[in-house]
């Protein structure tokens, strides 16, 4: 019997999974529910936290013109880790990325990728946050990167993006 394979789960599973709502939450809690099995092994980062952080941050800036401050972000976060805990989704922290090269490392995962066609006519690229989290799932040792968001068909840095609209 072969293990199951290392799966990096990125914030947009996180984002969409907590949202409660619609086929982004049903693809995320899907693949949630594999980890919660052990058909897969979920493994996320401390960077997808902080970015989580920051999404929220951002969210509420824009839905009612609030600013978040600490306490709010904290108990967003909160939620997130108790998701992470619950699920048994490994966390590892984001320091594992770095080293003399961590830096190029993630400039290569942006150069070495390709536009992706999503819709209309529109292209999405992999940016700096995303070459990051491509970096610290190479270094987790996972096989996969599991993500809702479409640019990161384009990786081609010697691990699988598994968007999970396509499954």
């Not at 013109?65 to 805990?85: H, S, Y």
């Not at 970096?135 to 809702?148: C, G």
């Amino acid at each position: 019997m072969t293990a199951p394979d290392r799966i990096y789960l990125d914030t947009s599973v996180f984002i969409y999974a907590l949202d409660g709502f619609g086929p982004g939450h049903e693809k995320a809690e899907d693949l949630l529910k594999q980890v919660a099995k052990g058909s897969v092994i979920g493994v996320t980062s401390t960077f997808a936290k902080y970015e989580y952080r920051g999404h929220m941050k951002d969210a509420r800036a824009n839905v009612g013109g609030k600013n978040a401050g600490k306490v709010e972000l904290d108990t967003f976060v909160k939620k997130l880790e108790e998701m992470i805990q619950d699920f048994g989704i490994e966390e590892v922290k984001a320091d594992i990325a770095l080293g003399n090269t961590w830096i190029s490392d993630c400039e290569r995962v942006v150069d070495d990728s390709v536009p992706t066609s999503v819709r209309g006519g529109e292209w999405e690229t992999i940016r700096g946050a995303d070459g990051i989290h491509a970096v610290i799932a190479i270094k987790a040792n996972t096989q996969k990167l599991a993500t809702l968001d479409n640019a990161f068909k384009g990786l081609r840095c010697g691990i699988q993006p598994l968007v999970l609209w396509d499954v």
